[in-house]
């Protein structure tokens, strides 16, 4: 009963897909919205549990359950960031979707399976459960983002995100492949036990280019360059609703994954003394994705486009963030994430909700186009809705007092202060990144306020539930600036909790047989000592088995 209660973040989101499901094929035809309030409960409560589980943790029993989840601070947290995103994405969807032409409720049962796989991934710390997780949070998104039936664009953006997405799971478990191989396990905490056991008997390019194979898979997921290609198209044409949960609650999947997979491996052996570790490979990453962002987000005139290259400039700040790690309290020479990584990905994710929250509420009538010039006068037209983009956008810039300034001051901060000699110029450099940045973020601001439309306005949809929405975004991004002391503690905490097995103690040895008492020697034809010698030097037949006397024959 205990491993219940403590996997019942994940049970609960399960169920309330099960519940909308049925409840869709009971509703019959008309509108679905109340389904999108079903959904946000379902969210709701096992948010809850989460925190519940967070402050009094609930230990696994069952070996099954306790070999292959790791309920601790580092999951839920990111559970946390998740149920958030989902929750805010459904309320989005309630009056969104039936102005697009979706009229069904299967949107709101998908988008439930797709978090209980991003749960499910968070806290995986087997290569066997993660890999079900990331499929189970991926097929529901391949669908939600063709499921605009009016859009070209929707179907061109799910066909390129399933092909895509089938490539990086490929990747995946290929190098799950390799460390099987390497290591005879799959769990992150055995492979690295075992890893250190063996020591000069492991085969290193087997677990260098597993390695290497799941920075490539979990790249495509955080939508880093050069492995960004989908964002863009994807972005635009998937639903907006959709796009807003797959930027915000997927990338902060993907991240934690990354984040535990490679710290937690990167403590190997086989990695000490390379010319190119796994560190390299994220600052590579991370300078790419920042550069190769920043520039393209310049010259968009979309802005679901420009806020897609956004989210690849700010996957390369975060891989500088998972790059410069810091000490293990209390275990000296162990290194874990550093504490700026969670709470950047919670103000990021609520950010990037709000931003494009606005751009659902103004898709009526199958408006898909989001140019910038559709958008002018926003602010004059819909104030409310003009201050939620205002306030979502200039904390993506990283501009205070909002959470993005604080996250992204913090996060270049502790960058610093974990690698003092080498990450000045990376830092640097990203600084003078978040001012070009800055350049298409303000051009948002001054259409939606400083210029008027040229031909005949957006209008707005009339949304409860997504006023709701928009409304926890703008306070949640005013909290995380004004007054983040809780949430700098939960970062810390969860960013301690990164690492698995910080022991990384060799694997019991298996004790040897005791002795025992020689066997008796075969008898009659299995001998193998008489069908040795049988075997004569230079015979020319094989050896027979030896022939029992024949009986006398028996007297008539």
Not at 92 to 120: K, R
Not at 203 to 229: E, M, N, R
Not at 365 to 386: F, K, N, Q, W
Request: glycine fraction near 10%; include cysteine; charge should be neutral.
């Amino acid at each position: 009963m205990s491993d219940l209660l403590a996997i019942s973040p994940l049970i609960v989101c399960a169920v309330t897909g099960l519940l909308v499901m049925a409840l869709d094929l009971l509703a019959g035809e008309g509108r679905k919205g109340f389904l999108a309030w079903v959904t946000m409960g379902g969210f709701a409560v096992a948010g809850v549990l989460a925190y519940l589980l967070w402050r009094t943790p609930v230990a696994l029993t069952h070996p099954f359950f306790s070999g292959v989840f790791a309920l601790d601070p580092h999951g839920w947290f990111f559970a946390e960031v998740v149920l958030l995103s989902g929750g805010l994405a459904a309320l989005l969807a309630a009056d969104h979707n039936p102005e697009q032409g979706i009229q069904g409720g299967e949107t709101y049962s998908l988008l439930a399976f797709s978090v209980t796989g991003a749960i499910l991934l968070v806290v995986a710390t087997d290569l066997i459960t993660l890999f079900l997780g990331l499929e189970i949070m991926s097929l529901s998104l391949y669908v939600l983002a063709a499921s605009k039936p009016t859009s070209a664009f929707s179907a061109e953006a799910g066909m390129k995100y399933f092909l895509l997405g089938g490539v990086a799971s490929a990747f995946l478990l290929m190098g799950a492949a390799f460390l099987y191989g390497a290591t005879g396990h799959l769990g992150l905490a055995d492979i690295v036990r075992v890893l250190a056991a063996k020591g000069a008997d492991t085969d290193p390019l087997l677990v260098q280019g597993a390695v290497v194979l799941l920075v490539v898979a979990l790249g495509f997921k955080v939508a880093a360059a050069p492995f960004h290609f989908w964002t863009p198209d994807v972005y635009e044409g998937a639903p907006t609703p959709i796009t807003a949960f797959m930027a915000g609650a997927v990338k902060a999947a993907a991240f934690a994954v990354l984040a535990r997979v490679l710290l937690t491996l990167s403590r190997a052996p086989v990695f000490t003394g390379l010319d190119v570790t796994p560190g390299d490979l994220l600052l590579g990453l991370s300078v790419l994705s920042m550069i190769f962002g920043n520039v393209m987000g310049v010259v968009q005139t979309n802005v679901k486009r420009i806020l897609a290259y956004s989210s690849i400039a700010h996957a390369g700040y975060i891989l500088l963030g998972v790059w410069a790690t810091q000490n293990l309290e209390g275990t000296p020479g162990v290194q874990t994430l550093n504490d700026a990584v969670p709470f950047y990905l919670l103000a990021y994710a609520v950010a990037t909700v709000g931003a494009f929250g606005v751009l659902a509420l103004l898709g009526r009538a199958g408006e898909e186009d989001m140019s910038l010039d559709r958008i002018a006068g926003l602010g004059r037209r819909h104030p409310a809705l003009g201050v939620a983009l205002l306030v979502s956008v200039l904390s993506l810039a990283g501009l205070p007092p909002l959470g993005g300034f604080l996250a992204k001051f913090n996060l270049f901060r502790q960058v610093l202060t974990a690698n003092p000699g080498t990450s000045l110029p990376w830092v640097v450099l990203a600084v003078l990144l978040s001012v070009v940045a800055l350049y298409y973020y303000l051009r948002i601001i001054l259409y939606a306020f400083f210029r008027e439309p040229e031909g005949e306005p957006v209008p707005a949809i009339a949304s409860r539930a997504g006023g709701i929405a928009l409304a926890v975004t703008v306070i949640l991004t005013l909290a995380l600036g004004v007054a983040p002391g809780v949430f700098l503690d939960a970062s810390h905490t969860a960013a301690q909790a990164t690492v698995l097995a910080a022991d990384a103690r060799p694997a019991p040895a298996v004790p040897a047989p005791a002795a025992s008492a020689p066997a008796p020697r075969p008898r009659g034809d299995a001998d193998p000592a008489r069908m040795l010698r049988s075997f004569q030097t230079g015979s020319r037949r094989m050896p027979v088995p030896a022939e029992r006397p024949a009986p006398p024959p028996s007297r008539p």
